[in-house]
C-alpha cells in the first residue's frame, strides 16, 4: 500500500511535536517536583489538579458515534463503533434519533460489545422522516436545527456524568455536528459511508470539475482518482441531467465535504484493495483512511464474539423461514433478490423482475417489503410458491452467507454490495437510484463479479427493466460461459475483505492508529496531571505551560494579542512571553506588560522598521525569512534555559510560524485580530465561493457564506473592492487561511453574542473560537489587577487630556481619531476640522504627530483659544471612551477602536479608510445599530456638512437615545463574555486545559 505524502507529512508532524513535547515537559517537570517545599493548605487548582488525576486514572476513550438516520446508515456506523469498542479501554455511544429507537423491531441487540444506544431528536420523533415528507429538504433542516440542540444536550450530558467524549464520529450526511464536537472539546471524525469511487466523484461535481448535471453527451468521463471511464449512465443519479428528485438530495450529498478538510480524521466504508486508486485519491485530497467493510465480524475475521448480526432491525426479518426454505435447496442453486430498504421500483418493473425470476428456472428468495408488495401482479406469489419465496424482510448476511446461495440480483445499495462481496456472491446488479448506478459499473467492469441489467430505475424515470434481460443476466451468472470466472473473483473479494479487517489488514491498521492517538493522549494526560499536581503539593513554581504570543508588528495587532496572553498568565501556571521585533521595542516608552514577559526577534529592519522596507512586498519577505530564523532561536533559547514552549499563539498574517512551532514541538493557534465577518468574507476568496473583483455595483446587495447581512462594494473589505490597490496587502489577508487547518487551535478577537452567525460560520469552517474583547481588564470585568493599559505605546500620549475632559458636561465631548494607521489626505482633515468645529460640540481630536501638517493653519489655535476642541498627538484612547464627558466617538472603525468603542458603551460616527474599515462600518451602523456611517462625496472626501450632520444625529438627534441604550447593551453583552463562565472566558479556558493537559 502506498501512503499519502500529504498523511505522512502530517503524522510526522504531530508523531514529531508529541515525542518534542513529552521530552521538554518531563525535563521541566522533573526539575519541579525534586524541589519541595513546607506542607501547605491545598488550593482550589491542586484540588481541580487531583480530580483530573482521578478522571485521568480511567484511562478509556470515550467515541460518540452519530448515523444519519435511516437503516442503510445506521449499520456501518454501528458497526464501526463495534470495532473499537473490542479495543481495551474504549467507550462507544452510538447516538440515534428517538423515532429509529422506538420503531425497532425488537430491543437493539449489540452483542457482548460495549456500545452504548443515547438517543437525541431530530424534531419528528412521533413519524420521522416521513413527517416532512420524507428524506428531503424540509427534513434536512429539521434534523440539523432539532439534532443541533439535543445533540448538544447529549455530549453535555456525557460530560456531567463523568465520560465526556473524546471523539465525535459523524455521517457527513450531517455537516453541522462538528460544531457541537468542537464546543465539547471533542475530536471529529468524519464518516463517509459510500465507496471511495463515489466519493471521488462527488469531490470532482463540488469542486467544480465535473460540471453538472451530466448528459449523455458528456460521456465517457475521465475522472482523476478513477481507474475507469464513467458514462452518464455510471455516475450517482443526483449528478444526472435526467434527475427527478428534490434538488435538496444534490445538496445533501455535495456539502458531505463542508469543512472535511478541517476535520481531524476522515473514514471511508471500504478497504483499500477495493479501491486502491480511489482510496490513494481521497487520502491525498481528505486525509481519509479505509476501515471497511463494516460487517458483522462473524462474517468476516470472527475476531468479536458473538458479532453475528447489526443489532438495528427497522423491518421484521422472517429468519427461521428464510433459513428452513434454504436447507432445502441445493449448493449454489437459489437466486436471492432484495432492492433494499428504500428503493421504490415501478409497478411495471416489479411486474418484470418477477417474470424474470420465474423464467430464470432456478429457486428465488425474494425480498418485498410490506409497502411493495401491492406492487407484485396478483396471484404472482401463490403461482412461484413451489420455485420462489417471497417475504418482507429476511437477515440478509445470513441468506448471503448461506451455501444454497449462488446469485444476488440487487439494486446495489454500498451496503448490499459490500455484503455480497463480503460473503462472496456473484451479482446481477439493477441499480435504481443514487450511487448504486456507480457501484454497477464496479460490479460489473472492475471487480468483475457479475453483469448489470440494462434499462433499470423504472420507479425514478428510468426505461423499464424487462424480463427476458432479467432471466438472461441471471442464467449468465448462475450458469453461463463466465460464471465459474464470476464465482473465482467473488470469492477472491471475499478473502481480501477479511484479510483487511483481520488483526494487521489495511483496515484494521487505520483502526489501530486512530486509537492509539488518543490513548497515548489519555496516558500523557494522566501522567501530565499527576506531575502538575504533585508540584502545585510540592510548591514547586515550574512545570507550568509556557506560551509564546508572535503578533504582526504593528500597534493594531500587538494590542489585542499582548491582551490575550494577559488573559492567559492570569490563569495559574501558566507563562506567558510576546516576542516583538528588536525595532518595535526601540519605539515610545519602555512597555509595561503586567505578568507577560517580552522577548526580541528580528523582521530583518531592525532600525527602521517597515519604513526601511521598499515596499509591503519585500518587508512581508524579509519578515518571514529573518523571522523563522530568529523565532527558531528564540523557542530553541528558552528551551535551553528550561522553559520549553507548550504553544505558540501566532497573528494569522505570520502564515510561516507554525512551521518554526513544529521543529519544537510547540502546539500551534492562530490569532485572527479583525472581526469574524471580515474573516469570512476573506475565507470565501480564499476557498474560491467569492471570485474576485467582485461583480457589483455599489447599490448591488452581496450574500456572502456565514455574514449575516447583505453587503455593497462600500462595505466590503476595500482590498477586496478594489483588487489592484495594494495587491500585497491582499494576497496577505486571503493567505491567512493558508495552513490553517493544520494549527491546533484557532482564536478571533470578537465575541460570540457580537457576531453569532459569523462566529458559527469560523467554527464550522475552521474551528475557531472568540476569546475577546482584547481590552485591558479594567474596562470589562476588572478580573486582572492592574490591568488598566495595552502596555506597548509606539507613540507617546499627551496628559492634558484628562484634565480638559474633566471641565466638560458629561456625554457633551466628540472624542475624534483615526487610527495608528490611517492617514487621511489634506482635504479631508480641512473637511474634518471645520465640521467637528461646526457641530458646535467640545471635541477632542487625535492627530499624529507626523499628520499634523495637513490640518489648516491655525486651526488649533482657534478652537483652543474658543474652548471648543483640543488636538493632541495620542492620548490613553480607552480612559478618554470611559470618561462621563464623552458622548460619541468619530473612528476611523479599525477593529481595536470599534471594539473599544464597543465596550466603553460609546456611539460612534463611522469614518472608514481602508481594509476592514469599510465592513466594521456597516455592522456599526445596521447591525449593532450604535451610531451612522458618514458618505463621501463623488470625489472620495467626506464634507464638512456630511460630518456635522452625522455628529449631530448620534449626540443629539432623534435616534441618539437608542444608540446610547445600544451602546451600553452591547458593553454590558461585552463584559458578561469576559466575566467568569462567559463566552468567551469558556473558550480561554478550555484553550487552557487543551494545551496544558492533552
Not at 521538554?24 to 493548605?41: D, M, V, Y
Not at 428528485?245 to 484493495?273: C, K, T, W
Not at 480564499?686 to 457589483?696: Q, S
Request: charge should be negative; hydrophobic fraction near 40%; include cysteine.
Amino acid at each position: 500500500m502506498r501512503t499519502c505524502p500529504r498523511c505522512t507529512r502530517h503524522l510526522f508532524v504531530q508523531r514529531s511535536r508529541h515525542d518534542l513535547y513529552i521530552k521538554h515537559r518531563t525535563l521541566a517537570l522533573l526539575s519541579t517536583i525534586s524541589s519541595k517545599s513546607q506542607p501547605r493548605k491545598s488550593s482550589t487548582r491542586e484540588s481541580k489538579l487531583e480530580a483530573m488525576v482521578v478522571q485521568s486514572g480511567e484511562g478509556s476513550v470515550h467515541v460518540v458515534l452519530v448515523p444519519y438516520p435511516s437503516q442503510g446508515h445506521i449499520n456501518p456506523v454501528l458497526q464501526f463503533g463495534k470495532r473499537l469498542a473490542g479495543h481495551d479501554g474504549v467507550r462507544c455511544t452510538v447516538a440515534v434519533t428517538r423515532f429509529v429507537v422506538g420503531s425497532t423491531t425488537k430491543p437493539c441487540s449489540l452483542g457482548s460489545s460495549p456500545v452504548r444506544v443515547a438517543v437525541f431528536s431530530d424534531g419528528c420523533d412521533e413519524g420521522g422522516p416521513a413527517e416532512l415528507g420524507g428524506h428531503r429538504g424540509p427534513y434536512f433542516q429539521r434534523l440539523e436545527e432539532a439534532g443541533s440542540v439535543s445533540l448538544d444536550e447529549l455530549l453535555r450530558g456525557e460530560a456531567e456524568r463523568g465520560t465526556p467524549a473524546t471523539v465525535v464520529v459523524y455521517d457527513t450526511f450531517m455537516p453541522w455536528v462538528p460544531r457541537l464536537a468542537r464546543r465539547h472539546g471533542a475530536a471529529c471524525a468524519a464518516f463517509l459511508t459510500q465507496t471511495c469511487a463515489v466519493d471521488v466523484v462527488y469531490t470532482h461535481a463540488r469542486s467544480g470539475r465535473l460540471p453538472v448535471p451530466v448528459g449523455e453527451a458528456d460521456g465517457p468521463l475521465r475522472l482523476p482518482g478513477l481507474p475507469v471511464e464513467l458514462d452518464a449512465g455510471d455516475v450517482p443519479t443526483f449528478l444526472a441531467a435526467h434527475d427527478t428528485h428534490h434538488p435538496s438530495m444534490r445538496a445533501l450529498l455535495m456539502n458531505q465535504f463542508v469543512g472535511l478538510d478541517n476535520v481531524d480524521h476522515v473514514f471511508v466504508n471500504s478497504f483499500y484493495e477495493l479501491e486502491p486508486q480511489e482510496a490513494e485519491y481521497m487520502a491525498a485530497t481528505w486525509g481519509a483512511r479505509t476501515i471497511g467493510p463494516t460487517v458483522p465480524s462473524a462474517y468476516l475475521d470472527n475476531r468479536l464474539p458473538d458479532d453475528a448480526s447489526y443489532g438495528f432491525h427497522l423491518h421484521t426479518p422472517m429468519a427461521a423461514a428464510c433459513r428452513e426454505w434454504l436447507d432445502a435447496r441445493p449448493a449454489g442453486s437459489v437466486v436471492y433478490a432484495s432492492f433494499g430498504s428504500i428503493a421504490a421500483p415501478g409497478p411495471e418493473t416489479m411486474a418484470e423482475v418477477a417474470e424474470g425470476l420465474y423464467s430464470s428456472g432456478s429457486p428465488f428468495l425474494w425480498v418485498v417489503r410490506a409497502t411493495e408488495t401491492g406492487k407484485l401482479p396478483a396471484g404472482f406469489a401463490a403461482r412461484a410458491k413451489n420455485t420462489g419465496l417471497i417475504v418482507p424482510w429476511c437477515p440478509q448476511l445470513e441468506v448471503l452467507a448461506h451455501a444454497a446461495v449462488g446469485c444476488f440480483v440487487t439494486h446495489c445499495g454500498w451496503n448490499s454490495t459490500v455484503e455480497a462481496l463480503s460473503a462472496g456472491v456473484p451479482m446481477v446488479a439493477v441499480p435504481q437510484w443514487s450511487d448504486q448506478t456507480t457501484n454497477a459499473r464496479y460490479i460489473e467492469d472492475v471487480w468483475r463479479v457479475g453483469v448489470r441489467v440494462r434499462g433499470g430505475g423504472g420507479g425514478d424515470g428510468g426505461a423499464v427493466v424487462r424480463r427476458e434481460e432479467v432471466e438472461r443476466k441471471v442464467r449468465e451468472v448462475m450458469e453461463g460461459e463466465r460464471s465459474k470466472e464470476f464465482m473465482r473473483n467473488a470469492a477472491s473479494w471475499s478473502s481480501k475483505a477479511r484479510s483487511a479487517m483481520g488483526e494487521g489488514g489495511s483496515s484494521d491498521r487505520n483502526i489501530a492508529e486512530f486509537l492509539s492517538k488518543y490513548r497515548s493522549q489519555k496516558q500523557h494526560r494522566a501522567s501530565l496531571v499527576a506531575a502538575m499536581a504533585s508540584s502545585e503539593r510540592g510548591g514547586g513554581g515550574g512545570g507550568g505551560i509556557h506560551v509564546v504570543l508572535l503578533p504582526y508588528p504593528s500597534q493594531g495587532h500587538i494590542n489585542p494579542i499582548l491582551q490575550f496572553g494577559k488573559r492567559l498568565a492570569g490563569h495559574g501556571g501558566v507563562r506567558c512571553t510576546l516576542a516583538v521585533t528588536r525595532f518595535i521595542l526601540r519605539q515610545g516608552e519602555p512597555p509595561s506588560t503586567g505578568a507577560v514577559h517580552v522577548a526580541a526577534y528580528s523582521d530583518g529592519y531592525d532600525a527602521g522598521g517597515f519604513h526601511e522596507a521598499g515596499s509591503a512586498g519585500e518587508y512581508l519577505s524579509r519578515l518571514e525569512s529573518r523571522g523563522s530564523d530568529t523565532m527558531d532561536a528564540l523557542l530553541r533559547a528558552e528551551a535551553e534555559q528550561g522553559r520549553p514552549v507548550d504553544a505558540v499563539v501566532y497573528d494569522s498574517f505570520l502564515s510561516w510560524a507554525p512551521r518554526v512551532a513544529a521543529r519544537h514541538g510547540a502546539a500551534t493557534a492562530s490569532f485572527f485580530t479583525q472581526a469574524c465577518a471580515v474573516n469570512a468574507a476573506y475565507e470565501s476568496v480564499f476557498t474560491g465561493r467569492v471570485e474576485l473583483p467582485l461583480a457589483a455595483d455599489g447599490e448591488e446587495s452581496l450574500r456572502l457564506p456565514g455574514i449575516s447581512v447583505g453587503l455593497t462594494l462600500d462595505d466590503v473589505p476595500t482590498f477586496m473592492a478594489n483588487t489592484e490597490d495594494s495587491p500585497a496587502y491582499l494576497d496577505l489577508l486571503v493567505n491567512q487561511f493558508k495552513g490553517l487547518d493544520m494549527a491546533d487551535h484557532v482564536l478571533v478577537n470578537s465575541f460570540y453574542e457580537l457576531q453569532p452567525q459569523e462566529a458559527e460560520h469560523m467554527a464550522s469552517a475552521w474551528r475557531a473560537k472568540t476569546v475577546g474583547l482584547t481590552v485591558p481588564s479594567a474596562y470589562l470585568d476588572n478580573r486582572l489587577p492592574d490591568d488598566t493599559s495595552y502596555g506597548f505605546h509606539l507613540f507617546s500620549p499627551t496628559t492634558e487630556t484628562k484634565a480638559w475632559l474633566e471641565a466638560r458636561p458629561p456625554r457633551t465631548v466628540a472624542y475624534v481619531s483615526f487610527g495608528s494607521v490611517a492617514t487621511p489626505s489634506p482635504a479631508q482633515m480641512a473637511e474634518v476640522a471645520e465640521g467637528l468645529y461646526n457641530t458646535g460640540k467640545p471635541f477632542l481630536w487625535v492627530v499624529r504627530a507626523s499628520e499634523t501638517s495637513k490640518i489648516p493653519e491655525g486651526f488649533a489655535a482657534k478652537a483652543a483659544k474658543q474652548g471648543r476642541g483640543l488636538i493632541v498627538t495620542w492620548c490613553p484612547q480607552l480612559e478618554v471612551l470611559a470618561h462621563p464627558a464623552v458622548g460619541c466617538f468619530v473612528t476611523h472603525c479599525g477593529w481595536n477602536s470599534t471594539t473599544e468603542g464597543l465596550s466603553a458603551g460609546v456611539p460612534m460616527v463611522a469614518v472608514p479608510q481602508w481594509s476592514d474599515q469599510t465592513m466594521n462600518a456597516k455592522y456599526i451602523e445596521d447591525v449593532w445599530r450604535v451610531g451612522v456611517r458618514v458618505r463621501p462625496d463623488g470625489e472620495g472626501v467626506v464634507r464638512k456638512e456630511e460630518l456635522e450632520r452625522c455628529v449631530r444625529e448620534v449626540m443629539e438627534g432623534e435616534r441618539s437615545k437608542e444608540f446610547m441604550e445600544n451602546a451600553n447593551g452591547w458593553k454590558e453583552k461585552a463584559r458578561n463574555a469576559m466575566c467568569e463562565g462567559g463566552s468567551s472566558d469558556k473558550n480561554i479556558v478550555e484553550f487552557i486545559a487543551k494545551i496544558g493537559l492533552i
